[in-house]
């Protein structure tokens, strides 16, 4: 993927994102620690760690049913400061977090528009004793 900073016109992969409302997008993306770059008009770019994040206004997108519509892994250096910033927010949990048969803590979220946000750690990257489940 393209580095933070890198030619933007020759990304390898960049996931982007339809929503609603363009506004409440982005303020459920920056609490969660993504920074924004630029916004013209409908459309904004984020990045998360120099990795590209485009979020495009479609006020005709179909509300989501409860359920994810997709959703994307994000690594994180430490997933469990991750959830505890993810509860302080209240944001939606679709998948509570827990170790994962595939050798990763993770959890989900959904951003307003029901897309998952995957937040995951390599177990033995995780930075101490994992903590149990936290109730959803």
């Known amino acids: ?18 929503v609603r409302d ?9 609490d969660l620690g993504f ?5 013209t008009g409908g459309f904004a770019i984020l990045h998360w760690q120099g990795r590209l ?15 994810e519509r997709a959703n994307v892994r994000v690594m994180v250096p430490d997933v469990d400061a991750m959830w505890r910033r993810v509860r302080a927010l209240r944001v939606p949990v ?28 390599r177990i033995e990257d995780l930075p101490g004793p994992t903590d149990p489940p936290s109730a959803a």
């Open 94 to 121: 679709a998948t509570p977090i827990a170790d994962r048969h595939y050798g990763q803590r993770d959890f989900t979220v959904r951003d307003p528009d029901g897309f998952g946000i995957r937040f995951a750690t």
């Open 53 to 67: 994040w485009f979020l495009d206004e479609r006020p005709d997108l179909p509300p989501h049913e409860g359920s």
């Open 1 to 18: 993927m393209v580095e933070h900073g890198a030619d933007h016109r020759t990304p390898e992969l960049v996931v982007e994102v339809f």
């Open 22 to 30: 363009l506004d409440r997008s982005l303020d459920f993306y920056c």
């Open 35 to 39: 920074e924004l770059e630029s916004r």
